[in-house]
């Protein structure tokens, strides 16, 4: 796991109402939770904790030349509240996610995400493809899918179970 990146997102998922979710985000920048009811505001939350700490950069975002690198140091040491390893050791009540937001392209995140109770790890594109992917572990209530391709059953299967 990222235990060294500032920018780690623990999405602790609380309780599901789908096909929204809803618990508390801890990041670095935080000593405490920020709930969050909805995927929207969950984003939000998110994008304004990377523009805290301006990791990653937004692509899309005027950049300048004359901020040093220690006015920028100084000011993620000033945003840094929690440790790396606190914000990867909370839990949700459903699930948790630990999201690695690698950059910020094309006005939208491409990273990867952990499903801490599942130990599985997959990469994402987008903020869309993110939520997606979180989204699919609601699936059904089954929580066994987690961005995998599901394959139906063959109607052989079907009837072969049929007849047990």
Not at 83 to 107: C, E, L, M
Request: glycine residues 4%.
């Amino acid at each position: 796991m990222y235990y060294y990146a500032p920018n780690l997102v623990s999405i602790c998922v609380d309780y599901v109402n789908y096909p929204d979710f809803g618990g508390s985000i801890y990041h670095s920048g935080s000593s405490s939770p920020v709930k969050f009811d909805d995927v929207v505001r969950l984003t939000e939350i998110m994008d304004e904790f990377f523009d805290s700490l301006n990791i990653p950069q937004a692509a899309n975002k005027p950049r300048s030349f004359t901020t040093s690198s220690a006015e920028l140091k100084r000011h993620r040491d000033e945003v840094q509240v929690m440790s790396v390893r606190d914000v990867t050791n909370q839990r949700g009540k459903k699930a948790t996610f630990i999201v690695h937001v690698q950059y910020r392209q094309n006005a939208t995140w491409q990273g990867s995400v952990f499903w801490a109770e599942k130990n599985a790890t997959r990469n994402f594109r987008s903020a869309l493809e993110l939520l997606k992917l979180i989204d699919s572990a609601f699936e059904d209530g089954s929580s066994q899918t987690f961005g995998d391709v599901r394959q139906e059953a063959s109607p052989e299967g079907a009837a072969e179970e049929n007849d047990a």
